[in-house]
């Protein structure tokens, strides 16, 4: 694969997420997508910095999927991105491992979309929660890439979650450079 996507899933209990567990079964069926499951890679919660640079040095797109849990991701997320974006790698003296790869995130709310606006439950976008990703990314000069959110994940229905589950196929098979069906089907 020319442009192969590292999909790192970050939910604590991924058996019993319906919407998570879904995008993460789409990931695995894209060729030239790697899925780590980090709550699964990592039970005693200590990520292995070194080795998560390793596995992210031939990956052009970091995809980052996981639920918002008090506007923000898991905890085993931040510190795989506290222990893998070491200074020298991922910024600061000879820190250009990440520079010119994409960064995207790819969320479930347990709220409406309307419940992230002014008079809203939560009061602002949903994209200003998403902020320090986003600096994340320009920090380590990386390529920002709008996330893909799925709003009301538990009380949506079966064909919005499928709906969304293909919007991700999409994107992941736009990323790793794969023709759709369409094109394949007539050779482009």
Known sequence: MAN???FVIAHPDLGQSRANRHFASIAKSVEGVEVLDLYKAYPDMFVDGSHERHRINDKSTLILQFPIYWYAAPGLL??????????????????????????????????EERAYAKGGAHQYPLKEFLLP????????????????????????????????????????????????????????
């Not at 931040?78 to 790819?106: C, P, Q, V």
């Not at 709008?146 to 499928?162: G, T």
């Open 4 to 6: 192969p996507v590292l």
């Open 133 to 188: 990703y986003r600096q994340t990314a320009h920090f380590c000069g990386m390529n920002w890439l709008d996330p893909l959110v799925y709003y009301h994940a538990r009380a949506s229905e079966k064909e919005e979650l499928l709906a969304h589950g293909n919007m991700l196929k999409s994107r992941l098979n736009e990323l790793v450079g794969t023709p759709s069906e369409l094109e394949a089907a007539h050779g482009a």
């Open 78 to 111: 931040k510190e795989w991105i506290d222990r893998t974006f070491s200074y020298g790698w991922a910024y600061g003296t000879n820190g250009h491992a990440l520079e010119g790869k994409n960064l995207m995130l790819s969320i479930a709310t347990g709220s």
